[in-house]
């Protein structure tokens, strides 16, 4: 009933003539990007579905039945902010039937990055302060999803605001995640740890991987709050010694410092917490930082908060409400 609710079909396995039919032969018009986890290709299903597909060359032999258990995680991929997952395919060698290619489909997310919304000029588009926070609970909870809702768990998805997809409704999908079928492709193994000290004994890297994905959410957060990006590592890191500054500040200090977008239609309070739960996320040590379940509770709240001054502000400012009533619950997928 869940995976209904979210309107995808059932996940099934694709045929390789099924994916050439809907890329028209994976045309070059058909093709999105490239990056370290395979080709991206756009297709339309028979069914009129559009779909994006990602192609990974593997780069030793295995059988198909050695890719299994990854596929039946990769299957489980179903959230309301996640780029789900529709199905796969293999293609295999005709001397050995071993893998030569695997095909992942998702469902295709068709209304440009986080980031086209917020930090690239496009004034006309810019999201709303309720719009964005309305994003960022859902980052959150598609975190939340990979961390808890599924097992084995998936951490350390090294998640860029470029990867945050935003749909025809303006809901955030996360599209790229750390499977352990992709960093076999790519021929790597284990997780990016640069969000941790390097001090960390192994065994505390383990413990603290969740705390990974909660660092680059803040990095998120900040360009969401700012509307700027951050260059470099060191540049967040100056960003966010501005903003912890400005938190212990008053209002006005505040806003000042804030997407010129949105200064006028977020309350202070609501403000002043996104602040403070990314100044947070965007501690050194790892230990300090807050739990996804932490930060969804701040976001909600600055949620209410906003929603209670936009009832009472009479304000003519940008105060439309994009929360759904499940935007306000702390959701275990």
């Known amino acids: 009933m869940k995976l209904g609710a979210l309107g995808l079909p059932p996940y099934q396995t694709f045929s390789l003539e099924d994916l050439e039919d809907a890329t028209n032969n994976f045309d070059?018009?058909?093709?999105?990007g490239e990056g370290s986890q395979g080709q991206m290709y756009r297709g339309r299903l028979r069914d009129g579905t559009f779909v994006a597909i990602r192609c990974l060359k593997m780069k030793k032999s295995h059988s198909t039945q050695s890719f299994m258990h990854h596929v039946e995680l990769f299957s489980k991929l179903r959230c309301r902010h996640l780029a789900s997952a529709l199905g796969h395919c293999f293609e295999c060698y005709l001397d050995d039937?071993?893998?030569?290619?695997?095909?992942?489909?998702?469902?295709?997310?068709?209304?440009?990055?986080?980031?086209?919304?917020?930090?690239?000029?496009?004034?006309?588009?810019?999201?709303?302060?309720?719009?964005?926070?309305?994003?960022?609970?859902?980052?959150?909870?598609?975190?939340?999803?990979?961390?808890?809702?599924?097992?084995?768990?998936?951490?350390?998805n090294n998640l860029k605001i470029t990867d945050i997809l935003m749909d025809q409704n303006l809901v955030a999908k996360i599209s790229s995640y750390n499977l352990p079928l992709l960093s076999e492709s790519a021929g790597k193994v284990g997780h990016r740890t640069?969000?941790?000290?390097?001090?960390?004994?192994?065994?505390?890297?383990?413990?603290?991987?969740?705390?990974?994905?909660?660092y680059d959410f803040g990095v998120i957060l900040l360009e969401m709050i700012l509307g700027r990006p951050s260059k470099s590592r060191n540049g967040v890191q100056i960003l966010e010694n501005q903003l912890q500054v400005v938190v212990a500040t008053d209002d006005a200090t505040r806003r000042s410092i804030a997407d010129p977008a949105i200064q006028t239609s977020c309350s202070d309070q609501s403000l002043k917490t996104m602040m403070e739960i990314c100044v947070r996320c965007l501690l050194m040590d790892p230990a300090e930082r807050p739990s996804v379940e932490d930060v969804l509770w701040n976001l909600q709240f600055a949620a209410q908060v906003q929603g209670a001054w936009c009832g009472d502000s009479?304000?003519?400012?940008?105060?439309?409400?994009?929360?759904?009533?499940?935007?306000?619950?702390?959701?275990?997928?």
């Open 194 to 214: 640069s969000a941790l000290p390097k001090d960390l004994s192994n065994s505390s890297r383990v413990n603290y991987e969740d705390k990974v994905d909660v």
């Open 28 to 32: 070059t018009t058909a093709f999105i």
């Open 314 to 333: 009479r304000s003519t400012s940008p105060c439309e409400s994009p929360f759904q009533s499940a935007d306000l619950l702390i959701p275990f997928h």
């Open 97 to 156: 039937s071993s893998v030569s290619r695997i095909f992942l489909i998702f469902e295709y997310i068709p209304n440009g990055t986080l980031r086209s919304w917020i930090s690239e000029g496009h004034s006309e588009r810019s999201l709303t302060w309720p719009q964005r926070i309305s994003a960022a609970i859902g980052i959150a909870k598609g975190i939340q999803f990979l961390h808890t809702g599924i097992v084995p768990g998936v951490y350390s």
